[in-house]
């Protein structure tokens, strides 16, 4: 935790107190509003209490008394209020406030009434069925609260890519239905393209707010209304899944979407930015600094607001892409020109057909790759080793690599399509067909299905062995990992890269949700030595190429460039490319 987070949580604690005992709102919400000017802060806010007394009083939203705390603070490491003021309380009380729908005022009624001092208490007291009879807490309440335990444990884990895409794709539909809707977006790390989200952010602006937060209550799947006023709503799925919706004027749409795509790390350094320049910069918009405190920056007038690229052009900076809001250098180097798009993607270079474990025959694959505008596909049936998975022996492979030459030849004016295998790297590097068997095909990905936990060093040797196997183009799936799952290999992906890149080997991203292996930071790696990368959606199905996306959001996450991606060459690049290893 940063020195600002950990002061801003001193604040939070207070105000959390004296919420629960019954101190005043105002007090309260200032507390919090302190919390939350500390926070966003640019600069170490200790720092500035003792080296600038005036200046750190002119933070907007400090005020004398706090200002008196965080000195306190930065010279000693406490808070003596908060100190006296969590004593008055037992230890897992404010601990109950982080239960959806668990307000201050029934946490006073389970304590005080109840006797229940922490969440450990509650979920035995409504196991056990003993909270009857106390104020407000009826049997639907009860329900509720227990539900609400319930989601809060499942969902102590964050959900999928996958997952939460489709989900918040239906709620943002919801709202376009809503009369006087202007704009819509998702943001948080769903925009950012994160391979797992804790919750689900949506920005909209329209002409009636109030109706945008009715629709969002209403939804299908909302089984929990956890907070609604005038500008946010948060809500909870019936799965589970948290949705926050905030609604601005559409003249503060870009401010608002900015913000709340964050990452919270990349709008700290924007924020930074902007002081420096004399600005300020906040959910609102871009606002000249005039060094007075200016919560009311909501009426007050914006160098900057409508659009996300009118923000960053003030502050001098081109649009950057959601998926590398990370601070990790987007700021100081600019990300590539040629940053891979969806659209670049013409090529499925990795893929199961009814031979091994898919649910289509080669033909409906390849009229399914033909559909989403594809130059080319490589049939990728799994090897004997698989036999799980129906893997083929070299027999079968003959058989059905004859299969997939009469179909290509039967669609070569729409489509380029290749013979291949998707090949299992056994425990010890070698594969699991002889060369001769390997040199007869087309196209090979050769990927690691079993043995996946072995140690670091020996991934490292077994995955580079696959690399320097003259015959293989692509490195599927290297790590073996299983999203939230399964850990995988731990090779070190830097040195794959390195001899990746000298033997114009491609190590895939496999888009599928479940995998996204290799995964963003290792993108990052091969982008850096200059290795080539195939993403692929390993499809057994037709529907499994909507996974593209996520594959595409992770390389993107990766700074991969079009021009490193087999998969977005033309057709006679990749072709060139292809044979080259035959
Ligand atoms: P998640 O939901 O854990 O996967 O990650 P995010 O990035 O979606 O985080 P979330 O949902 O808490 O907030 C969405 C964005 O809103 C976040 O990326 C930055 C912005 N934001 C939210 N709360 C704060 C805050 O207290 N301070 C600052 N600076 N930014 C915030
Ligand atoms: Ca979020
Ligand atoms: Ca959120
Ligand atoms: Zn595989």
């Not at 949580?9 to 509003?33: P, S």
């Not at 923000?311 to 990300?335: F, S």
Request: glycine share 8%; hydrophobic share 45%; net charge negative.
């Amino acid at each position: 935790m940063s020195r600002n987070a950990e002061l801003a949580q001193v604040f939070a604690e207070i105000a959390d107190v004296l919420d629960l005992t019954g101190a005043n709102a105002f007090r309260v919400n200032a507390h919090r509003k302190v919390a939350r000017a500390i926070e966003e802060c640019g600069e170490d806010v200790a720092t500035i209490a003792l080296a600038d007394p005036a200046r750190l009083r002119s933070i907007p939203g400090i005020g004398d008394s706090s200002a008196h705390k965080i000195e306190e603070w930065a010279r000693t490491g406490r808070v003596a209020e908060r100190d006296e003021l969590l004593a008055t309380v037992p230890t897992g009380v404010p601990g109950l406030l982080q239960v959806p729908g668990l307000g201050p005022k029934r946490v006073r009624t389970l304590w005080q009434e109840g006797g229940v001092d922490s969440v450990d208490a509650l979920r035995a007291r409504l196991t056990a069925g003993t909270l009857g009879g106390l104020p407000g807490m009826g049997p639907k309440t009860l329900k509720a609260i227990e539900d609400a335990l319930r989601f809060m444990e499942a969902s102590r884990g964050r959900v999928r890519l996958g997952e939460a895409m489709p989900v918040a794709m239906a709620f943002a539909e919801v709202l376009r239905r809503v009369p006087g809707v202007k704009r819509i977006s998702h943001a948080g790390s769903l925009r950012r393209g994160r391979e797992t989200i804790g919750d689900i952010d949506l920005v909209a602006s329209g002409t009636d707010h109030a109706a945008l937060h009715a629709a969002i209550r209403a939804a299908p799947g909302v089984v929990q209304v956890i907070a609604s006023g005038e500008t946010k709503t948060s809500v909870r799925t019936d799965r589970g899944l948290q949705v926050d919706l905030r609604t601005v004027d559409d003249d503060r749409f870009g401010a608002a979407l900015l913000y709340f795509t964050g990452s919270k790390e990349h709008n700290v350094r924007l924020r930074e930015r902007a002081q420096r320049m004399g600005m300020r910069l906040n959910e609102y918009g871009l606002f000249t600094d005039d060094g007075e405190a200016a919560p009311q920056d909501r009426g007050a007038i914006p160098l900057a607001a409508k659009d996300e690229e009118d923000v960053y052009r003030a502050l001098g900076l081109r649009w950057m892409p959601p998926e590398l809001r990370e601070d990790h250098g987007e700021l100081e180097r600019h990300p590539p020109e040629d940053l891979l798009r969806i659209e670049d993607i013409r090529a499925e270079l990795h893929c199961h057909t009814t031979a091994s474990d898919g649910t289509l025959e080669i033909e409906a694959m390849v009229q399914e790759a033909v559909r989403r505008g594809f130059h080319t596909i490589a049939i990728t049936d799994h090897s004997r080793s698989q036999a799980q998975a129906n893997g083929l022996d070299a027999a079968r492979l003959a058989t059905h690599a004859a299969a997939i030459r009469e179909v290509a030849k039967a669609w070569s004016k729409r489509i380029t399509v290749l013979a291949g295998s998707e090949v299992d790297i056994l425990a010890d590097g070698s594969l699991d067909y002889p060369d001769e068997v390997l040199a007869a095909l087309d196209f090979v990905v050769a990927s690691p299905h079993s043995a996946l936990r072995a140690e670091p060093a020996a991934a490292t040797e077994r995955l580079l062995a696959a690399i320097r196997h003259p015959l293989v183009h692509v490195i599927g799936h290297p790590t073996g990992r299983i999203v939230g799952a399964r850990e995988g290999l731990s090779p070190d992906i830097a040195l794959l890269a390195k001899e990746a890149a000298a033997r114009k080997v491609a190590l895939e991203v496999n888009a599928n949700a479940m995998r996204l292996d290799l995964r963003d930071s290792h993108v990052r790696l091969c982008v850096e030595a200059g290795c080539l990368v195939a993403i692929d959606t390993d499809a057994h199905g037709a529907g499994d190429f909507d996974e593209l996306p996520y594959g595409v959001a992770t390389a993107r996450r990766g700074w991969l460039p079009a021009s490193l991606c087999v998969n977005a060459w033309d057709r006679d690049r990749l072709l060139a490319w292809v044979r080259s290893k035959r």
